[in-house]
């Protein structure tokens, strides 16, 4: 396992997709694929199971087995975060123990969502899942309904197993964090270059970094606008649904995974399937995962599932 200090020099995080066969089951050679297209672009880390990555969908039995296969095949060139977040605290001390215990090198912990509790019983959660291991905390305030604001966030980061903050407040928030030493990583891909650039976060943990790895890896590597700008409308394209719809439907287009939903997840409309076909092949082909020209899905031939 690595070290915090390790651990915070990775400044592209992979929030990684998880594809199905037609059985529904996780697909995993497909899934190491799309590992290996992260390793070769020059992604520090991955987060296993987040929910880009749909654990939300799986039950603790495949999110867990996930992550211990992603250490064993890829520990020694990744970061390995698994998110074993929980609303039940039982559950996320549970599936972070046994997270650990498989070797990754730490955990991604949410708030509780929809059970909302008060601001002590969010700082006891952490408190309870920052003993067992290294964490990031996860705010995204659009998705749990309660935002993590600094007055909950900054007594956590004296904890000596928090490395940062994965931030969806907006920079300006995470600019008042890195002046106090906290790290954070965007977690909005249409601000991450500024964040990252002009704002001094440690980095991203990005969706759209499953399809354009490597132009992400320059956007975090480089200040360049021009590059960020052009990026922009497939970024914004890629969130016209809630995550992970469009990042779902883009590697089925690209032909990197195979065309099986979970439900709720159903693919993008024709519509917008079609602008994102047009997006994804103004591209270079070989900066897109999958490598060929982008195509709308034969709905006869897509599987969804329950």
Not at 19 to 44: F, H, K, M, N, R
Not at 201 to 224: C, E, F, W
Request: aromatic share 6%.
């Amino acid at each position: 396992m690595r070290t915090l200090e390790q651990i915070k020099q990775a400044s592209l995080i992979t929030a990684i997709k998880t594809p199905y066969l037609a059985s529904g089951e996780i697909d995993l050679a497909t899934y190491d694929y799309l590992v290996e297209q992260q390793i070769a672009a020059g992604v520090d880390g991955i987060v296993v199971g987040g929910t880009t990555g749909e654990g939300q969908l799986m039950n603790w039995e495949e999110h867990l087995m996930l992550i211990a296969h992603s250490v064993n095949k890829y520990a020694d060139k990744l970061v390995i975060v698994g998110n074993t977040g929980s609303n039940n605290t039982r559950e996320a001390v549970k599936a972070t123990e046994y997270g650990f215990a498989s070797g990754m090198d730490a955990a991604l912990q949410i708030n509780p969502y929809y059970g909302r509790t008060s601001i002590a019983g969010v700082i006891e959660h952490f408190k309870r899942v920052l003993a067992i291991g290294p964490a990031f905390i996860y705010n995204v305030a659009g998705r749990t309904g309660q935002d993590l604001t600094p007055d909950i966030i900054e007594p956590l980061a004296q904890h000596e197993n928090f490395i940062g903050v994965k931030e969806c407040g907006g920079n300006e928030r995470i600019e008042h964090y890195e002046q106090q030493g906290i790290a954070c990583w965007s977690g909005n891909d249409d601000e991450a270059h500024d964040a990252r650039h002009t704002y001094k976060a440690h980095g991203v943990i990005s969706v759209t970094s499953n399809l354009i790895p490597g132009l992400y890896r320059q956007l975090m590597d480089s200040k360049s606008d021009a590059l960020n700008a052009s990026l922009q409308p497939l970024i914004s394209w890629l969130f016209c649904e809630p995550n992970p719809i469009a990042i779902n439907t883009a590697l089925m287009m690209t032909g990197a995974v195979k065309p099986v939903f979970r439900l709720p997840y159903v693919p993008l409309n024709e519509q917008q399937q079609a602008q994102g076909v047009t997006l994804i092949n103004q591209l270079d082909g070989v900066a897109v995962v999958g490598g060929s020209k982008a195509t709308p899905l034969n709905l006869e031939n897509t599987i969804i599932l329950p």
